[in-house]
RNA sequence: GGCGAAGUAGCUCAGCUGGCUAGAGCACACGGUUCAUACCCGUGGUGUCGAGGGUUCAAGUCCCCCCUUCGCUACCA
């Protein structure tokens, strides 16, 4: 019989940095399931892989005056390295800058432009800056950008756009008609409810502004933006031809039976590739999982996100030092939670790795190794005399594989895992209840010593096997220390596989040694010192990472997270058009002095300041409250923007803008002037 | 502000369409046991099931309102 195709994906990496234990977790859990379907039967396909261009590693590769894709090759290097660590079993790890994937997104850009989907932007005066986005003249409100209610300009940087509005229909009817393609379901209700009901604007989907990416073929001052050439890596790397002549391994896999990714680009991943996909007539993928991040557990017992500079990075390769592959592969396969976000800790770890790892599973196969070798010279039979109380055992792991399978289906596989120790747990529970230290000072009992024996280490065959998916070293060292074959999942179903009169090995190896909790501290400590030096040297070197916003959003792949670490000592922006002294003298900047402030209570993020400015007060708005606290503004000197038209935000009037600057992590600092000065001094 | 989720034992969480004395794992305490990695087995919680109302013979489970936390989104003039 044929093997029935399953096609699984993570997200692929970006290559901007090492990937930290979070990011490693989706190829983990990809892993997992892949081999669980392969164990199931089906002829898996596993793509990974990483996502290579953009402003960000065009920036990163100048600074170390090497090429980007030296850089690039260097990272995709590393985080494959780890993948590879962390027996990730994917059947290809795609690149963005290979040259197949390149040539087919220049082929599906032009596809999609010569049906009219993807158009040249030629909105001129409709281009707002700050949002960097194009607006149609309806979509403007009162003139403004609608996203941020500023002026729109006239823009210098033509783009192309794809008629995302086209396809929203048909993508609601999709998504209303299939409950299972967004998972998990509540994130369903926020990609309706923000963005699809409310109508989907055009995306910018070509960028003139860098030159790191995949030139567009017809038009080549344009790259293609990150949207069209990573999301296409699902469909390139299995051997999609936008001209029709696809390879048979296209037909076979797609539509792909899971997307696996990060929660936080499941936007682009329900809505702009399936509309993509729709372009391109060719089928959605079957199932969309949005995971949960795994977030560092801070001092007060929060959870925050890793960052080098709090010297709380973990990456999977120091804890695989320390505690090995399998325990991390556990700890962040049954530690995280179905929709919430879990979090990790050296110390977690250690608990987790000493109660499960050590005590229940370690010791449970090391104690009967041992009574084998004590009892029988390490010889295993079944001498047939069965008692009531084999009943309970043989139950639970007969039943395993079928309530692991059950949870699977929902992949859930923090709860499959749960089910395997379950019986690992009924093993050690056998034991007591079986006494085989009792049995073996009875001569006449020795039959019923081989019995009990075998059914333990048949229990443990099974469990074992049914581990492989999660932490296949660890199946394998169970099984070559019981000299026990491997089997298939419908020979867990029932019990006595192992085969009788086996001798067990002599020498049994610790699985799972216990941890010292002093120890793992202070190799925690030694590794945050580590890190918080090297972020330090980094900075000190100047390493500049970009604040530029496109690859900020653009990536949104798994290795996203590491970019908040660095900090730079340097910003480069993009620049903006030249102005003549006309345009500047239209400004009007001033000191200004606050003499009152209050929260403005139905937003969030909004301080409302009374700004005395020479002999009149005007009431200025802004978007600091996360900064400065409305008592701490009274008294300062500012620098205000007067003349700006007056807007209504929250309901709140504002007469002008108070300037601040801002780092790439988007931390705000108000502009004082540097010696005292009046209010209402002219800044010019 | 809009939409959504969640508030259950010290911690992490299960509890579907309402129904017998509210559960699991971890941690902790005590008891048992000794084959084993000071391990395993057993026992132990008077938890106001966020607060307050309501429906019902019966509510953690349904309805209303409030509080808190979180997510997405908008507001960063």
Redesign the pocket.
């Known amino acids: 019989m044929e093997k029935k195709p399953y096609y699984i994906t993570t997200a692929i990496a970006y290559t901007s940095g090492k990937p930290h234990i979070g990011n490693t977790y989706e190829a983990v859990l990809a892993d997992s399931i892949a081999r669980y379907k392969r164990l199931e039967g089906y002829d898996v396909y596993f793509q990974t892989g990483t996502d290579e261009h953009g402003q960000k590693i065009e920036q990163k590769a100048a600074e170390q005056n090497i090429t980007p894709k030296a850089f690039v090759d260097g990272v995709a290097g590393e985080i494959r390295t780890i993948w590879d660590r962390m027996n990730t079993s994917y059947d290809k790890f795609i690149r963005t800058t290979d040259t197949d994937h390149e040539r087919q997104v220049q082929k599906i850009f032009k596809k999609l432009y010569d049906k009219g989907d993807i158009y040249k932007g030629s909105y001129e005066g409709l281009y707002c800056t700050?949002c960097e986005s194009f607006w149609t003249e309806s979509q403007l409100v009162d003139g403004?950008?609608?996203?941020?209610?500023?002026?729109v300009k006239p823009a210098k940087e033509e783009a192309y756009f794809f008629r995302m509005s086209k396809y929203a229909d048909r993508l609601i009817e999709h998504i209303n008609t299939h409950p299972e393609f967004i998972q998990p379901v509540?994130r369903k209700?926020?990609?309706?409810?923000?963005?699809l009901l409310p109508g989907l604007q055009d995306l910018c989907v070509s960028r003139t502004s860098f030159k790191w990416g995949i030139p567009v073929n017809f038009d080549d001052r344009h790259v293609i933006y990150v949207w069209i050439d990573a999301l296409s890596n699902y469909i390139t790397g299995i051997g999609y031809d936008a001209d029709g002549a696809s390879a048979e391994q296209f037909g076979k896999f797609w539509p792909a039976d899971l997307h696996l990714i990060g929660?936080?680009i499941l936007?682009f991943h329900t809505i702009y590739w399936p509309i993509m996909l729709m372009a391109l007539d060719v089928p959605l993928p079957k199932q969309i999982f949005g995971h949960p991040w795994l977030l560092r557990t801070d001092e007060s017992?929060g959870s925050v996100k890793m960052s080098k500079s709090r010297g709380n990075v973990l990456y999977a390769d120091d804890l695989a030092d320390l505690f090995g592959v399998d325990a991390v592969r556990y700890f962040v396969l049954h530690?995280m939670?179905?929709?919430?976000?879990?979090?990790v800790s050296w110390e977690l770890m250690a608990?987790?790795i000493?109660?499960?790892?050590?005590?229940?599973?370690?010791?449970?196969?090391?104690?009967?190794i041992?009574?084998s070798n004590?009892y029988f010279g390490g010889v295993v039979e079944d001498a047939g005399i069965s008692e009531e109380v084999d009943a309970g055992l043989k139950a639970v792991a007969a039943g395993t594989a079928d309530r692991v399978a059950e949870k699977m289906k929902e992949l859930r596989v923090a709860d499959a895992i749960t089910e395997i120790f379950t019986l690992f747990?009924r093993c050690?529970?056998y034991?007591?209840?079986t006494?085989?230290?009792?049995l073996?000072k009875d001569e006449a009992k020795q039959g019923r010593l081989k019995t009990v024996l075998y059914n333990l280490v048949e229990g443990i065959s099974i469990g074992a096997a049914l581990l492989e998916p999660f932490m296949p070293e660890t199946t394998e060292k169970i099984l070559a220390q019981l000299h026990a074959e491997k089997r298939g999942l419908s020979e867990c179903r029932s019990f006595g596989g192992y085969v009788s009169g086996t001798k067990v090995t002599d020498a049994p190896e610790?699985?799972?040694?216990?941890l010292d909790m002093k120890e793992v501290q202070e190799k925690a400590v030694k590794v945050a010192e580590a890190q918080k030096a090297e972020a330090a040297a980094e900075e000190a070197k100047g390493t500049a990472a970009s604040g530029d916003g496109a690859a900020k959003a653009g990536a949104g792949t798994a290795a996203d997270g590491a970019a908040d670490a660095d900090s730079p000592s340097v910003i480069d922006l993009a620049p903006k058009p030249e102005i003549t002294y006309d345009d500047f003298a239209k400004l009007q900047f001033q000191v200004g002095e606050i003499i009152a402030c209050e929260e403005v209570?139905?937003?969030?993020?909004?301080l409302c300041s009374q700004v005395k400015i020479g002999s009149q007060v005007k009431q200025?708005?802004?978007?600091?409250k996360a900064h400065y606290s409305a008592q701490e503004m009274v008294g300062k000197k500012v620098m205000v923007?007067v003349n700006?038209?007056?807007?209504?935000?929250?309901g709140v009037l504002?007469?002008?803008?108070?300037l601040?600057a801002e780092d790439e992590n988007?931390k705000?600092a108000l502009m004082t002037p540097e010696k005292p000065m009046p209010a209402g001094a002219e800044i010019c």
């Open positions: 700050p403004k950008c609608p996203d941020c209610g500023r002026e509540s209700n926020e990609m309706m409810n923000n963005f929660k936080d936007r017992g530690e939670p179905f929709d919430n976000d879990g979090a608990e987790r000493n109660s499960d790892l050590a005590n229940t599973l370690g010791n449970l196969v090391n104690r009967t041992s009574m004590k747990k050690n529970k034991i007591d209840e006494m085989p230290w009792a073996a610790i699985l799972f040694a216990r209570k139905k937003s969030k993020k909004l200025i708005v802004s978007g600091i923007l700006l038209k007056p807007a209504t935000l929250a504002s007469e002008g803008m108070l601040c988007g705000l």
